[in-house]
């Protein structure tokens, strides 16, 4: 069965800083997809990124960067130098080949302090 | 225009009420889906849809039916809505051609069950 945990719940920072929000999950299958997406304040989900099971090469792109670990089952995003308008909820979630179904984990709410 | 539109935006109602929701697509997706989000659960699946012949129940259907009237409309009905179906609903789509495609959302409807 799919699974996704997002353990940081919530996360405050202050401008300027590095933070990374960690996603963990569980499956069988050996083909699947990772994705991340971003729920501003204004409630909408916005897609991110995603990563398939057989691409372990890091991505950056601008301030955001993401660290794919099958190794750990992790896939973890770093934004650095944070600003305030990357103050959203953000959810981590698992899509498998078998299943053709996404599964999303808890989210984690980050603010950033000016 | 929004690529995935949902009315309404924004609905209170009264316990035992039938409630529909509906969403509509202007990408030319074949598959819809139907999940809600409640504060610390992420989101979850309740109803989804491969095309227009195919309905299938997510991992939170009771309570809940769907119909897919045409491949861009889909709609989620409260039967006799209940408090604890209080939540932010969202609708979203995806290319049928692969599972690893990412969801496009619509903007969401916060439903309030009195």
């Known amino acids: 069965a799919q699974k996704v945990t997002q353990a940081q719940t919530e996360i405050s920072v202050v401008e300027k800083e590095d933070v990374t929000l960690d996603c963990v999950y569980e499956?069988?299958?050996?083909?699947?997809?990772l994705f991340w997406y971003k729920q501003p304040p204004s409630g909408e989900l916005v897609f991110l990124i995603r990563?398939?099971?057989?691409?372990?090469q890091n991505e950056i792109s601008g301030r955001y960067s993401w660290n794919f670990q099958k190794s750990t089952s992790s896939f973890n995003f770093t934004i650095t130098a944070s600003q305030v308008v990357d103050s959203a909820v953000y959810f981590c979630?698992?899509?498998?080949?078998?299943?053709?179904?996404?599964?999303f984990g808890q989210g984690t709410r980050l603010t950033i302090n000016p | 225009d929004a690529d995935v539109t949902q009315t309404p935006r924004n609905r209170i109602t009264k316990t035992g009420k039938r409630i529909m929701l509906e969403c509509s697509q202007t990408?030319?997706?074949?598959?819809m889906y139907w999940y809600r989000q409640d504060p610390g659960l992420g989101l979850r699946l309740i109803y989804y849809?491969?095309?227009?012949?195919?309905?299938n129940k997510g991992e939170i259907s009771d309570g809940y039916s769907v119909s897919r009237q045409a491949q861009a409309k889909f709609s989620l009905s409260l039967e006799s809505a209940i408090p604890n179906q209080t939540a932010l609903y969202f609708c979203?789509?995806?290319?049928?051609?692969?599972?690893?495609?990412?969801?496009?959302f619509g903007d969401g409807t916060r439903l309030s069950i009195l």
């Open positions: 849809s491969f095309d227009v012949k195919d309905i």
């Open positions: 990408k030319g997706h074949d598959r």
């Open positions: 990563r398939n099971s057989f691409d372990e």
């Open positions: 979630a698992l899509s498998e080949m078998g299943a053709q179904k996404l599964v």
């Open positions: 499956t069988r299958d050996t083909t699947y997809y």
């Open positions: 979203a789509t995806s290319d049928g051609q692969a599972f690893n495609q990412p969801q496009h």
